[in-house]
Antibody, heavy 121, light 110 residues
């Protein structure tokens, strides 16, 4: 069974840092692009970042550029999101997701259960 | 704010049909395939439609998708109470070099 399990969320003060992890199982992790998305309380989905299979390409949403860093360790089947200079507006449930191509389109399947990050003093 | 626009909510009686629209531009829907995601209350999103109109294994054929120009639609027929959820369209935006989700639509079964 393909499974993604996030961890590392919690309460952090504005300006602080947090590192999220996503443990993957049930598929060949090193063969897939991976992504992070988030959802603020009561709000819609927002894509945050993605990373190529070998880590050589990374893309970010404008609102986190220069503050967040996506990375991966294919030997540990793990995806990471280092979040620095956190702001109140970064408060959200953070999901990791596998990018899956059935044909030509980019899709996210599956998603993890999410981990809550709260930025507050 | 999202570059893909959806109606905030749609509703219909059990057994009826709803259609959800997703409006974008040439940099996203116009030149890239669209996916649709279902998010049941309190759960993670789930892929419903890929490549504009295809269903992953296990998704019933009550769900359908289409795309024309810079817009896409999701249709749900034979509406069931279990379909009450938030639905999001999504695609890559070539100008932003980022994936973008729609604003989301809440489906209510009356």
């Amino acid at each position: 069974e393909v499974q993604l399990v996030e961890s590392g969320g919690g309460l952090v003060q504005p300006g602080g840092s947090l590192k999220l992890s996503c443990a993957a199982s049930g598929f060949t992790f090193s063969s897939f692009w991976m992504s992070w998305g988030r959802q603020a309380p009561g709000k819609g989905l927002e894509w945050v970042a993605n990373i190529k299979q070998d880590g050589s390409e990374k893309y970010y949403v404008d609102s986190v550029k220069g503050r967040f860093t996506i990375s991966r360790d294919n030997t540990k089947n793990s995806l990471y999101l280092q979040m620095n200079s956190l702001r109140a507006e970064d408060t959200a449930v953070y999901y990791c997701a596998r990018e899956y191509y059935y044909g030509s389109g980019r899709n996210y399947n599956p998603w993890g259960q999410g981990t809550l990050v709260t930025v507050s003093s | 704010q999202s570059v893909l626009t959806q109606p905030p909510s749609v509703s219909a009686a059990p057994g009826q049909k709803v259609i959800i629209s997703c409006s974008g531009s040439s940099s996203n829907i116009g030149n890239n395939d669209v996916s649709w995601y279902q998010q049941l209350p309190g759960t993670a999103p789930k892929l419903l439609i890929y490549d504009n109109n295809e269903r992953p294994s296990g998704i019933p054929d009550r769900f359908s998708g289409s795309k024309s120009g810079t817009s896409a639609t999701l249709g749900i027929t034979g509406l069931q109470t279990g379909d009450e959820a938030d639905y999001y369209c999504g695609t890559w935006d070539s100008s932003l070099s980022a994936y973008v989700f729609g604003t989301g639509t809440k489906v209510t079964v009356l």
